[in-house]
């Protein structure tokens, strides 16, 4: 975005979104708004939730499908199709977190059916018109309207059971959206308002919640920043940091959120000296100097039980140099051109878990 003359596009989809404590008592209302025969998709980890959705939907619900995995395989949309016809669905209500959503929007993609999500981490899939599907070991994504969720609740108390360590790096994962939103090529004066806001409220929240995982101010705090990222995910283009995770998580099995959590100081050391305004746009939000940037993020993690370094996430040294060779190959948008060998210095950086 050029700043000075305020020349942008600004493109959003429209979604509604329902905000509180306590907003799942609106599900009925808001499905009946949707469609009269709902199935409610969850994990098998969370088939209670999926249960008391049910229970709450009554009559408007037809199924409870507890299957939803992680990368979303196709082979489960498959089988979450033969349901969807059996029992002729025109809704479905994804009670979880990414991978929940990633199953109903692969389901959507295929029927058109609306979603009704209601979320329960930080990842912020809900707010997105982006898709995700595994097939043959390999993870392809794309952007179609279908997928993007029609009605989200966010209600806090759901997230009170996210144990703390996932808490703060699903919440980390969340605040990259935001960070690279703010030097995106294509960041509007709204998206990055948004981001900035977004990364206040998780900095905010996310030591609380640590320390207390039911503060349900604490929770609220997060999750609005959590709704604000995913938002502005939705509307401008992501650049490094989300280069270098989609290659950790694609190519090397790396875990999403911790991967996110470690790569994100790294990644913002990086782009520090070409990004001045978003810089000062997080510095503003985490109360720190522009210089402690990429410092301030680490002590997050690093203060409330997260991970800091690759290695210990068990990444191997070895690696080091493929991982710099597949992360420079095709490269997004980056405010600093992204060279090999600086990006493989930064990997080892985060490798090592070294101040940034
Ligand atoms: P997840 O959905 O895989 O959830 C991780 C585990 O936590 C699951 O077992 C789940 O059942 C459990 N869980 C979820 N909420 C819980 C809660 N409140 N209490 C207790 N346990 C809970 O993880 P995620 O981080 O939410 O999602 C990651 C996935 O989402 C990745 O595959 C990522 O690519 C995708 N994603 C997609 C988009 C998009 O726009 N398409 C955006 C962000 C993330």
Not at 169 to 180: K, L, Y
Not at 257 to 276: D, F, G, K, M, R
């Amino acid at each position: 975005m050029n700043q000075d003359s305020f020349d942008f596009t600004y493109s959003a989809l429209p979604s509604r979104v329902l905000f509180g404590n306590g907003r799942l008592s609106s599900l009925p209302h808001e499905a009946a708004q949707l469609g009269s025969r709902a199935l409610v998709l969850a994990t098998p980890y969370q088939a209670d939730l999926a249960n008391q959705v049910a229970e709450l939907l009554g009559d408007l619900c037809v199924g409870v499908h507890a299957k939803a995995v992680q990368h979303v395989p196709y082979s489960t949309i498959e089988e979450a199709m033969g349901m969807v016809t059996a029992i002729s669905a025109d809704l479905l209500i994804a009670a979880g977190g990414g991978s929940t959503i990633g199953l109903a929007k692969g389901i959507a993609l295929e029927t058109n059916l609306p979603i009704l999500a209601i979320p329960t981490t930080y990842a912020g899939s809900e707010m997105t018109h982006i898709w995700g599907i595994s097939r043959d070991g390999r993870k392809t994504t794309g952007r179609n309207p279908v997928v993007k969720p029609k009605t989200v609740i966010y209600d806090p108390e759901l997230i009170i059971s996210l144990p703390p360590t996932l808490s703060i790096t699903s919440g980390i994962n969340a605040m990259a959206h935001a960070v690279e939103a703010l030097y995106a090529e294509n960041a509007n004066p709204i998206s990055s308002m948004m981001a900035e806001e977004s990364i206040r409220s998780l900095a905010a929240g996310l030591p609380l919640v640590a320390q207390a995982p039911n503060n349900l101010d604490a929770r609220s705090s997060t999750l609005y920043g959590a709704w604000l990222a995913a938002t502005v995910l939705d509307q401008v283009g992501m650049a490094l940091h989300h280069k270098l995770c989609h290659t950790l998580g694609g190519s090397f099995g790396m875990p999403h959120a911790e991967t996110h959590t470690v790569i994100l100081p790294y990644a913002t050391a990086y782009n520090h000296s070409q990004a001045p305004q978003a810089m000062t746009a997080i510095s503003r939000a985490l109360s720190c100097d522009v210089a402690d940037v990429p410092n301030a993020i680490q002590t997050i993690s690093r203060n409330n039980g997260g991970p800091v370094s690759l290695k210990e996430l068990g990444f191997r040294a070895e690696d080091l140099d493929k991982a710099a060779d597949i992360a420079t190959q095709n490269p997004y948008y980056n405010p600093r051109p992204v060279l090999r060998d600086d990006i493989r210095e930064l990997l080892k950086n985060a490798y090592h878990g070294h101040p940034c």
